[in-house]
């Protein structure tokens, strides 16, 4: 969970001038911008103190803005890249802890809804994504009847589950998407030495 996920991408919708175009439209715009939003980096930590950051809050930061270039594409590509990226070193952190993610299930809801996000995050991470029909609220709602007993098994708490989307790390993009993580691990461990 990254605290400034939602936000960030609803900030930048409306600095960019674009609170009426809808979040679907909003993608299919910035995925015209090319992996690593020509140098642009988004560090999307601007909601708080992050558990990732060991509950350390160093604000949201847009970097390497270049005014003769970049566009309101660019700003929204960045900050979707930047959310993917701040997943990614979230489970870079899990690894060092001795897990090994391999698959990332998640419903098809909120940033999960956006292309770059996700296959940013399927390179990135070296994960594949599975994209089921559910969002945050049924999940809590499903765990809340698993932990207070209400249903049997896991299997039965994930009944009506169906996977749609899969997406797998593109190995032709592999070299710019490392990068492009490369690059925004590198603005974050300049504004946060701690990282």
């Known amino acids: ?12 919708r409306n600095v960019t001038g674009r609170h009426a175009v809808p979040y679907a439209e909003l993608n299919t715009l910035a995925e015209h911008v090319a992996v690593g939003s020509d140098g642009l980096v988004v560090l999307p930590f601007g909601n708080g103190a992050e558990r990732m950051l060991a509950n350390r ?9 270049q ?12 900050t979707h890249e930047g959310i993917a990226c701040s997943l ?13 993610p391999t698959v ?24 594949r994504i599975e994209l089921y029909n559910t969002d945050g609220a049924q999940g809590a709602a499903r765990g809340a009847a698993f932990g207070a007993g ?11 589950l169906r996977q ?10 592999r ?11 590198s603005a974050l461990k300049e504004i946060d030495p701690l990282a």
């Open 88 to 100: 990614a070193y979230g489970m870079n952190i899990m690894r060092g802890m001795g897990m090994h």
């Open 104 to 127: 990332l299930r998640a419903g098809k809801a909120n940033m999960f809804q956006s292309p770059i996000v996700r296959e940013t995050l399927a390179a990135t991470a070296d994960v």
């Open 57 to 65: 809050d160093i604000g949201a930061h847009v970097r390497n803005v």
């Open 164 to 173: 749609g989307l899969s997406i797998a790390p593109n190995d032709a993009k």
């Open 175 to 185: 070299e710019e998407f490392t990068n492009l993580y490369r690059r925004w691990l």
């Open 150 to 160: 209400l249903v049997r098994n896991r299997d039965e708490m994930y009944r009506g």
């Open 1 to 12: 969970c990254i605290n400034g996920t939602g936000i960030a991408n609803s900030w930048m």
């Open 67 to 78: 005014f003769n270039r970049h566009t309101a594409d660019h700003l929204v590509r960045a």
